[in-house]
Structure formats: structure tokens, C-alpha cells
């Protein structure tokens, strides 16, 4: 069992940054991928960035490449979404996801367990 709490959500103006964290329990957070996922008003929840186990390999979006960084450490069992040149289309609910298989990493449906989300806004 995973349960995860996302934070760090916030109002910040276009061109700013942000993180993202999250924080998982339990004894076996190493063993899964994780990912970050985002649900805007209206729409469908759409993939953002996925890391592997140990952290040598990650996977984003296109709309976010480049401006956002995933990254973890097991340490602490923690995941991060360093988010820069944030954009109004930015603007969701932020959930991250642990995953066991890292294969179809970019759908939600493969994820075990999800956190309660975090608000990021972006305005204009």
C-alpha cells in the first residue's frame, strides 16, 4: 500500500516557476515508477512526466518538455515537478501516480495508487 499527498500548488503569473512535491509512505516507494498527471476544467486527465525506479530514466508530455523536470529520491520518498516558463494552459490539477509495471507509463490506467491533487494556476 502507497498513499501519496501532493503540495506546492499555487496562483503564479505567467513565465514563473514552481514545484511540485509529493510524498509517499510506506517501505516499498523505491520499487515504483512514478508520474505526474494533470486535469484541467472540462477535459480529460492528460500524462505530464513519468520517472523509473531508480531515477535514471524519465519521460514527459511534448507540451511540457523542456520547461518541466521530474525527479525523485528514495531517501525520503519523495517525488518532485519542477515546473518553469509555466503558460496559462498550465493551469490544472496536479496528481501523482505510482506505478509497479513502468510500461505504459503514460496512461493513467496503469497507475496503482493516486494522490488527492494539488491546484496550480497560472494567470495571464
Known amino acids: 500500500q502507497v498513499q501519496l499527498v501532493e503540495s506546492g500548488g499555487r496562483l503564479v503569473q505567467a513565465g514563473g516557476s514552481l514545484r511540485l512535491s509529493c510524498a509517499a509512505s510506506g517501505r516499498t516507494f523505491s520499487s515504483y515508477a512514478m508520474g505526474w498527471f494533470r486535469q484541467a476544467p472540462g477535459k480529460e486527465r492528460e500524462f505530464v512526466a513519468a520517472?523509473?525506479?531508480?531515477?535514471?530514466?524519465?519521460h514527459y508530455a511534448d507540451s511540457v518538455q523542456g520547461r518541466f523536470t521530474i525527479s525523485r529520491n528514495n531517501a525520503v520518498n519523495m517525488v518532485y515537478l519542477q515546473m518553469n516558463s509555466l503558460k496559462p494552459e498550465d493551469t490544472a490539477v496536479y496528481y501523482c501516480?505510482?506505478?509497479?509495471?513502468?510500461?505504459?507509463?503514460?496512461?493513467?490506467?496503469?497507475?496503482?495508487?493516486w494522490g488527492q491533487g494539488t491546484q496550480v494556476t497560472v494567470s495571464s
Open positions: 501516480g505510482a506505478d509497479r509495471k513502468f510500461s505504459d507509463y503514460s496512461s493513467g490506467d496503469e497507475y496503482d495508487y
Open positions: 520517472i523509473n525506479w531508480s531515477g535514471a530514466s524519465s
